[in-house]
């Protein structure tokens, strides 16, 4: 059996590792189901049940913290028991159980407990993810690997979006808000997708286990790690503090004039930049210094986000939106697989929990901080500050890429 597994895990599909190709799948039909729900659900929230603009940024802050910050203790879970498949399939499996449960969503709170729920999938599943990836995958391909997994994301969102703009056209075509019947019908065809990726991860999906006797000393802390890895995490986290949800951009884009339909279709557009920039972002990583993309993708960021702060008309808007998916594409598969490159193999699921956690710590102030500016000072001033924060942690990772290490 092992070395069936063994064989598993040097195998690769068009140039893939094993493990990336199969998680790359997952993402696709996991962000199928999502891009139904989760980027339709500020709408609902606000057309619907309407919360004020400060709920839904406490909703999404509670959300994206609950899961970043459960993405540290699963990572350092799976470093200890030397373990990942199984976090992984119940972290997937949560969330599967809980997102049909948006169709009886009646008030914000409801939508508050499911969200969270949804989230501790997510943060259960991630990190000991992404430790999977990298440990199944040569340090030269790395980027290629994490670039493949992050441009199947949104290329699930893409068949998604292009499914909802379906639906909505045949039943709401010039609607210019979200109703709870549109809502429903899309939560219903976002179901099946999940069950179809949970059961990829348990059919295909191979376990790894870390060779080195120390995976079983792991500690929940950054002593021991290089400090190159702890200044990224403190850089991240700066700009993580002016990353608010994109549920804001949601808002600011139906506030400019455009229907439900033209948004979900502006959304597809967004998700295709980020497809066809993910994979070559991460192969180029392979071939330079990582931090230069990131650094890039912050500064496309920085730009897209002073234009949304100053932005007045509805083409503008638009093409903003989709121009955004560049700096996706430029950074998310990037920076994991920087990761991979600061730590050693048996530290990663712990490593990738830290990062993860960074994120998670600044998520929730980022997102709450940002829908207090909209709504006491004015729509513009969550994206303003979201620029200038990453104005600065771009100039602070630039000072990282020619650091030495402690080894």
Excluded: C
């Excluded at 508050?112 to 989230?119: E, G, K, S, Y």
Aim: proline share 3%; net charge positive; glycine share 8%.
């Amino acid at each position: 059996m092992k070395n069936e597994k063994n064989n598993l895990e040097e195998k690769k599909i068009l140039g893939i590792p094993w493990n990336a190709f199969i998680f790359g799948f997952v993402s696709f039909l996991n962000d199928f189901s999502s891009e139904l729900t989760i980027r339709a659900l500020p709408l609902f929230l606000k057309n619907v049940l309407n919360a004020k603009t400060s709920v839904i940024g406490l909703i999404e802050g509670v959300a994206d913290s609950t899961a970043t910050i459960l993405k540290i203790f699963s990572g350092y879970l799976s470093d200890k028991l030397n373990q990942r498949k199984w976090l992984v399939t119940i972290g997937y499996g949560l969330s599967a159980l809980s997102k049909p449960l948006l169709y009886f969503a009646n008030n914000w709170v409801f939508v508050l407990v499911i969200r969270f729920l949804d989230r501790v999938g997510k943060g259960i599943r991630t990190s000991p993810r992404d430790a999977l990836i990298a440990n199944t995958t040569k340090k030269e391909e790395l980027g290629k690997a994490f670039g493949f997994n992050r441009a199947m994301d949104p290329a699930g969102a893409i068949l998604a979006l292009i499914v909802g703009s379906f639906i909505i056209y045949f039943t709401s075509k010039n609607a210019l808000k979200l109703t709870q019947h549109l809502f429903q019908i899309l939560v219903l065809v976002s179901i099946f997708p999940v069950f179809v990726a949970l059961f990829l991860i348990i059919a295909f999906a191979v376990d790894s286990k870390n060779q080195n006797p120390s995976a079983t000393k792991v500690n929940l802390s950054l002593k021991g790690f290089d400090r190159k890895f702890k200044l990224y995490l403190l850089t991240i986290s700066i700009f993580t503090l002016g990353n608010s949800s994109d549920a804001f951009l949601i808002l600011q884009a139906q506030n400019r004039g455009l229907t439900v339909l033209e948004i979900f279709l502006m959304l597809a557009a967004f998700n295709l930049i980020t497809t066809l920039s993910a994979y070559p972002a991460g192969i180029l990583s392979d071939r330079i210094k990582r931090q230069y993309l990131i650094v890039m993708g912050w500064i496309v960021y920085a730009l897209i986000y002073l234009g949304f702060g100053l932005a007045t008309k509805t083409y503008q808007i638009v093409a903003l939106y989709i121009l955004y998916g560049l700096y996706y594409g430029l950074t998310e598969g990037v920076e994991k697989a920087l990761v991979a490159d600061l730590v050693p193999p048996e530290k990663r699921g712990t490593a990738y929990g830290l990062y993860n956690g960074a994120v998670g710590i600044f998520a929730f102030p980022a997102s709450l901080v940002a829908g207090f500016l909209w709504q006491y000072i004015n729509p513009s001033a969550p994206f303003i500050f979201g620029a200038v924060l990453a104005i600065f942690a771009s100039i602070m990772l630039l000072k990282v890429v020619n650091m030495k290490s402690d080894n």
